[in-house]
């Protein structure tokens, strides 16, 4: 605690110990109070500025300290002052005390509750932030929850000073003048209670519910503005109409038509999206043929000598597209239809919040649709750097057409995408430059797990050069070059393809977003709210379209909530659950992470523990020859709940689910600990890492007596042999 938390501290418990040990409470009491009215009233008539100077004063200490005595304060207000005078009063110096409570409140706790709590209130904070005004009107409305209660618990929240002054000055106004009211009537007081008749706290509570009310209309009054302007067809065609056949449209449509309701999925490409086309499919087949090509490179480690591969780089890219073929039955639109989906292949644009026009090569139909997903997912970005187009390029989406190793591959971008395809086409035997402007590749990832891969691919030949931002491309003869700036000086880096891979951008264009008013976010994805609708309630948007994760699982669990809230919305809606998604990058060393990992935690301000576990000790790694890499977990000081995981090695996507599981049902370390693993796989790593937990947080007074026990055992002196 800091030296001026100390003083506060020390000041708030002087004054509300002296007000305990001069038993100042007798002082206001509605006994004391009635016992002195007369002479309060004359001394008021002779003394009128002293008077209502002491009274805010003292007003203000009481409710600052949270002291006992507001209730009886208000009533003094209106006996001393009148009904007007005496509310306007109170009203300032309730709502200044309470102020100063809550600014207290937050000097000496806030931080304490964030960095202890931090974690789980995100949820509370968040709704504090959006909606706070209204919980904290409702809660002055009602007289129900002690008032001093309140201004203690708000400093604990993000909501800003100004807005808590303002809300409590006018949400405490009808309570203010029933006191004070009833202050004027003091003589006939009998007790506190008898202020608050049932029918009057029932009218308060019906206050308290207001704030509620009033945003119901007027969310409801938005939504009629924004509807106003397009005709509601009387009936409509379909229940759902889902825009692209990627993972959250097949999966959005796929649930549509298990609970009966008539989907209809348009697709204008290719069914199964970038993931089976251009993503997630043809990059691990590609992955898998490198690194077969790398193990029999290590042939000599394993006790072969001779082991030799003759790479035909044509027949691993078609290779690739065999198995994209192969996994295409899965998202095909047969087995869609079969399962009572209606797929039109055509381009969709929505023409108002009720219809879709669908061209396709037979010419353009439009459906009216009670809902929409949106679900078009996204595209690469290609950086506007002078003289890209002269030179040409490569992106996620054409790479897959190449039948001809190129010698010199130069990469842009350092994340996943681009880190999986230069460390294949490294393995292929291309020259491979990868160019990042930060200063190192998975930039997301913590620096060493990041460093790991790093240091594997400089020892497979990539030349990496981090912190390098492209000027522009020229072409020197044949060559091709990128000119780039690096430590103010300019590098000039031939190649013969360039494979851009700095992000993806949202397909948000010709879907008439514009048109009806959907907006986008700063990054260019569709705006939507935790129920995934956009501005519309009937529209929604799931999948790489609308983030903030770019990942096949990620867009399928959107895709739940999108289909669930567009059918049933009306009856309940889902706020999706973003809290423990998982993901892999399958570079060698795969590198994969749930929840946390320490730059996020410290950049958040959370407080944790990291307990590490290297693979160059696990069994099953040593005798598979891949004995590297680690297991890092972030736990809760103290315990072994789980904040996040980073696993970096050999098939560390399959071994993060694991603790995806016990962070996603609340399992803690001992949980994995106790639980039985295979000997010898690779997943005993959760358990050793677990394990190393257990160790660091042995309770050592208890193994102190243990050890004196099992020497008593032995009927030796405590503490000897
Ligand atoms: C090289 C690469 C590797 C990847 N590897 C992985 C991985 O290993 N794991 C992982 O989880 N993720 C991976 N991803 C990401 C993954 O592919 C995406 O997150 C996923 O495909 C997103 O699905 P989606 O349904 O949102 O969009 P998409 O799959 O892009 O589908 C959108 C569909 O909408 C269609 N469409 C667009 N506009 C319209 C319109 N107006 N009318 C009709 N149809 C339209 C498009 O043609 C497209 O088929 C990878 C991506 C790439 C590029």
Known sequence: MTTRKLVVLAAVAIAVGGFFVLDLGQYLSLEYLKSQQASLDAYTRSHPIQVTLVYFLVYVAVTALSLPGAVVMTLAGGAIFGLLWGSVVVSFASTIGATLAFLVSRFLLRDWVERRFGERLRAINAGIQRDGAFYLFSLRLVPVFPFFLINLAMGLTPIRTRTFYWVSQIGMIPGTIVYVNAGTQLARLDSLSGVLSPPLLLSFALLGVFPFIARWLLDAFRRRRHYARWPRPRAFDRNLIVIGAGSAGLVTAYIAAAVRARVTLVERHRMGGDCLNTGCVPSKALIRSAKLLSHIRRASEFGIREAHAELVFADVMDRVQRVVATVEPHDSAERYRGLGVEVIEGSARITSPWTVEITAAGGSQTLTTRAIVIATGGQPAVPPIPGIEDVGYLTSDTVWGLRTLPPRLLVLGGGPIGCELAQCFARF?????????????????????????????????????????????????????????????????????????????????????????????????????????????????????????????????????????????????????????????????????????????????????????????????????????????????????????????????????????????????????????????????????????????????????????????????????
Not at 545 to 574: C, E, I, K
Not at 576 to 600: C, H, K, M
Not at 642 to 663: F, K, P, R, W, Y
Not at 674 to 693: D, F, M, Q, S
């Open 429 to 721: 035997g291309a020259q491979v430059t990868q160019l990042q402007r930060g200063p190192r590749l998975l930039p997301r990832e913590d620096p060493e797990i990041a460093g790991l891969v790093m240091d594997r691919f400089r020892a497979e030949g990539i030349d990496l050069r981090m912190g390098h931002t492209p000027l522009r491309f020229e072409r020197e003869g044949p060559d091709k070059v990128l000119v780039a700036a690096h430590e103010g000086r300019e590098v000039r880096i031939g190649f013969d393809e360039l494979l851009v891979a700095v992000g993806r951008k949202a397909n948000t264009g010709g879907l008439g977003l514009e048109a009806i008013g959907v907006p986008t976010t700063a990054t260019g994805t569709v705006a939507i709210n935790e129920y995934l609708e956009t501005r519309y309630p009937n529209i929604y948007a799931a999948g790489d379209v609308a983030g903030p994760y770019q990942f096949t699982h990620f867009a399928s669990h959107q895709a739940w909530y999108a289909a669930v809230n567009a059918l049933f919305g009306t009856l309940r809606r889902y706020k999706a659950d973003y809290s423990v998604i998982p993901w892999s990058t399958f570079t060698d060393p795969e590198v994969a992470r749930v929840g946390l990992n320490e730059q996020e935690a410290k950049a958040k301000g959370i407080p944790y523990e990291v307990t590490t576990y290297g693979l160059d000790d696990l069994d099953r790694a040593i005798a598979d020859g891949e004995a590297h890499g680690v297991v890092k977990i972030l736990t809760v000081p103290g315990k072994d709940r789980i904040l996040g995981a980073t696993i970096a090695g050999e098939h560390a996507g399959d071994l993060i689910s694991e603790l995806v599981t016990a962070m996603r049902h609340g399992l803690g370390l001992n949980k994995v600990l106790a639980t039985i693993h295979i000997y010898p796989t690779l997943v005993e790593a959760n358990k050793y890492a677990a394990g190393r937990w257990k160790q660091a947080h042995t309770p050592a007074r208890v193994l102190a007596w243990l050890a004196r026990y099992h020497a008593w055992r032995r009927g030796a002196a405590a503490g000897k042999g």
